[in-house]
């Protein structure tokens, strides 16, 4: 049985979450080799076995994505010099077309006070991200890979995934520790919740802010590698 720790990041929800709280010029940073050695050092862990991001990249066909999708496999190549690792799934596009006659519609709205081109959410839809996710953490918990899971995720879609884990768990008659972390603010309306079923680990604007100013390292997580080691 391997001790250490798993991180997992729900890629597109804690950037989302990350921009909520923190604004888009932390979030863009993305610095999840940092945040991955803090949660694992957090739970008490002096070993990451491994880092991954699941996450849909844009695609640079569509049109008006090449410029995003550019930019998050430049971040995610640097992350993977640092050990993490990308799993991708996919983005679903569809059209807005209209109601009565089908005929397409734009996308994008022009504010009549600036006339900055807005684009309208909901043009595309990630898929499968939950399922590779889940399957990350379950082949890891039979094969006992881990015996810490940080998932970095406020989705309350993986509450029966948490579920599951611990009976697989329970079954091998092991020690283990279920996590979610999450950034936290004190704005208005923003929901501040752990995944059903794990202990909440809360990432405030101090905090996160040394994983931005923190320099990235070539170090890899994996068996045998400390935690005080891959944070540089």
């Avoid at 008490?44 to 090449?66: I, R, S, W, Y």
Wanted: net charge positive; glycine share 10%; proline share 6%.
């Amino acid at each position: 049985m391997t001790s250490g720790c798993l991180v997992l990041v729900d890629g597109w929800n804690h950037y989302l979450a990350t921009r909520a709280c923190f604004g888009p010029n932390v979030a863009r940073n993305f610095p999840i080799d940092r945040v991955a050695a803090h949660v694992a050092a957090e739970a008490g862990e002096g070993v990451l076995t491994d880092v991954v991001v699941v996450m849909a990249l844009p695609d640079q066909k569509q049109p008006g994505e090449e410029p995003e999708f550019l930019t998050w496999r430049k971040r995610l190549r640097g992350l993977h010099n640092s050990g993490v690792r990308h799993v991708p799934a996919k983005f679903r596009y569809s059209n807005m077309s209209c109601s009565g006659c089908g005929g397409a519609l734009d996308r994008k709205i022009t504010c009549p006070n600036c006339e900055r081109v807005n684009p309208v959410a909901g043009r595309r839809k990630e898929k499968g991200a939950d399922i590779k996710l889940a399957a990350l953490a379950l082949n890891g918990a039979w094969r006992q890979d881990y015996s810490t899971l940080v998932l970095l995720s406020q989705d309350s879609d993986f509450g029966p995934l948490v579920n599951q884990l611990k009976e697989v768990h329970l079954q091998q008659g092991r020690r283990y520790a279920l996590y979610s972390a999450f950034p936290v603010c004190d704005r208005s309306g923003h929901e501040h919740r752990a995944v059903p079923g794990t202990r909440p680990m809360r990432l405030d604007a101090e905090t996160y802010g040394t994983f931005v100013s923190r320099p990235r390292t070539s170090n890899r997580p994996g068996k045998g590698t400390a935690v005080g080691t891959y944070t540089g």
